[in-house]
């Protein structure tokens, strides 16, 4: 019994690499070129202090924020932002729903799969402002151009959030309906969608908290709503009402923030 | 009634999960399927509709080669086999009734099941169906909100829903304990004695397999190795499916392990439904 006892008594977790020569390597190259890096960035140290006064007058016109002098230009640009994050959201989404079925591998044939794929790969990599951009040079300036800006990044999203989704569905429940002898659309309705509704809804207030600060974004290429506000005053150095537009904007995303939790609660 | 002939599945893996299985279960006969992990059992039942595509053999059902027919031939075909699954296989956030109904799908069109707007006909089968299993009062319910032995009551509802000529059932009691395990073979088996129904049922637990069916089938890597009455399972038998093993506590019957191991006709109307209602 005594000699029993001959295993190791110290115990350390194995090394996430084993070769130590490789470990160290890595370790003292990332710092090396850390350090290589940082030493290429050039800072123009006059720029800075005179950019740090200029920061500062942004900070007391954040702090004094003036809601009043352009209250009519906000009122609208806030209208038009809301406006396009509704309507984007609602037709991007409901867009993004086929897709996002036929780029699910598990449902979709091949040749559906590949074209919904690429449909949400060219959405995915065009950036909103890009898009934008475009859209403002082919429809003129206001928020037409925005939401369809808005729209066409929601299917990206969206799609490829549902696609995943659908592939992570628990199988054994499609099958179930599958062996009753339904038909495509059965399965979808019965084993597919119960369960993905709870996560499309939760994504799509998600999305419409995303568009709503993107709305913002696009503002300042000409795509109209609250960004145009935003835009205009910063040119005009007010910002004491650059100052009140971004605090209306943090206090609309935090309140969609938790309308969408709320809401997410509900429908699990 | 199903005539299985020579059916092998190799799948993409390489793995051959069937390797020439023949066997004929008539009308009425309640078979029971079986053998270690990966023996084919899955493979052999979900060849029989068809969820997974047999590499070669033939499967007759009444006479028609299931193997050959086109997909709207066999979804009218599948929605004549009940199948009920090891994790029930319920739509987890729809309601009991709506998973019994569920059943019918083969039989109505699209929008109709989408606006749940069932046949009358439909709708009194299956509350007559939910009395039978006795969930009468969960039929509201989220299939979620059901305990593990409810659950597969309500599976065995969904495929009894169908009208089916046969039933396949995949390991039914594989997540329950064993009191409710008992209760579920016996409503399967009592069902299929009424109907006279037949059906292939794969089992992990050969005492229950035992207890209940009619007919044993063992099956060992993809091969049928034993084929006869539950009685002829003797030590021999069991090592040739399973391997080396100590077989003694199966054959007596397991009464020192079980508390609850009576046979079904010993036991009360009322001790019989306990665990049902």
Not at chain 1, 21 to 34: D, E, K, P, Q, T
Not at chain 2, 245 to 256: K, L, N, Q, S, V
Request: with cysteine; hydrophobic share 45%.
């Amino acid at each position: 019994m005594s000699n029993a006892i001959t295993h190791a008594r110290s115990w350390k977790r194995p090394p996430l690499i084993g070769n130590a020569w490789l470990r160290w390597a890595i370790i003292v190259g990332a710092l090396v070129y850390l350090v290589a890096a940082l030493s290429t960035v050039e800072v123009n140290w006059e720029r800075v202090s005179l950019g740090l006064s200029q920061g500062w007058r942004f900070v007391e016109g954040f702090l004094a924020p003036d809601f009043t002098s352009r209250s009519r230009d906000i009122w609208r640009g806030m209208e038009e932002s809301l406006t396009m994050t509704v309507t984007s959201t609602v037709v991007g989404c409901l867009i993004s729903i086929p897709i996002g079925l036929g780029a699910a591998r598990n449902i979709a044939p091949l040749p559906v799969y590949v074209v919904c794929r690429a449909i949400i790969a060219v959405s995915r990599s065009l950036q909103e402002i890009i898009i934008a951009i475009l859209f403002v040079a082919m429809f003129g300036f206001g928020p037409f151009a925005g939401f369809l800006t808005l729209s066409f990044a929601t299917i990206g999203f969206m799609a490829k959030l549902l696609a995943e989704d659908i592939e992570d569905i628990d199988e054994t429940q499609a099958e179930a309906i599958r062996a009753t002898g339904a038909g495509w659309w059965q399965v979808i309705n019965y084993g597919i969608q119960p369960q993905i509704v709870p996560r499309l809804i939760g994504l799509s207030f998600y999305r419409l908290d995303i568009n709503f600060r993107e709305s913002a974004v696009i503002g300042i290429v000409g795509a109209g709503g609250i960004g145009a506000t935003l835009n205009t005053a910063m040119l005009r150095y007010e910002y004491s009402t650059a100052g009140a537009i971004l605090i209306m904007i943090i206090a609309i995303v935090l309140v969609a923030e938790y309308l969408s939790s709320l809401l997410r609660k509900w429908v699990q | 009634m199903l005539r299985v002939e020579s059916l092998t599945k190799t799948y993409a893996t390489g793995d051959k999960a069937l390797n020439g299985v023949s066997f004929e279960v008539l009308s009425g006969q309640v078979v029971g399927l079986i053998g270690p992990s990966g023996s084919g059992k899955s493979t052999l039942i979900r060849c029989i509709n068809r969820l997974v595509e047999p590499s070669s053999g033939r499967v007759f059902l009444n006479d028609n080669d299931v193997t050959r027919l086109g997909r709207s031939e066999l979804r009218r075909t599948r929605r004549r086999i009940g199948m009920i699954f090891q994790e029930y296989a319920l739509i987890e956030r729809l309601t009991v009734m709506e998973n019994v109904l569920s059943g019918r799908l083969g039989y109505v069109s699209f929008w109709r099941s989408l606006l749940r707007q069932f046949p009358q006909s439909d709708v009194d089968k299956a509350f007559a169906l939910l009395a039978r299993v006795g969930l009468t009062e969960q039929t509201d319910k989220r299939a979620s909100a059901l305990s593990g032995g409810q659950r597969q009551r309500v599976g065995i509802a969904r495929a009894l829903e169908q009208d089916p000529e046969l039933l396949l059932v995949d390991e039914p009691t594989a997540s329950l304990d064993p009191k409710t395990a008992r209760q579920i073979m016996r409503l399967i088996c009592e069902v299929c004695r009424e109907q006279n129904l037949p059906a292939i049922i794969s089992l992990h637990d050969v005492f229950l397999a035992k207890m209940f069916v009619d007919r044993i089938i063992g099956l060992r890597a993809g091969k049928i190795v034993f084929d006869g009455a539950p009685a002829k399972l003797d030590n021999t038998i069991l090592t040739e499916i399973y391997g080396e093993e100590d077989w003694t506590e199966i054959h007596d019957d397991g009464h020192a392990m079980t508390p609850d191991n009576t046979e079904g006709s010993e036991l009360s109307r009322d001790e019989r439904m306990a665990g049902i209602t």
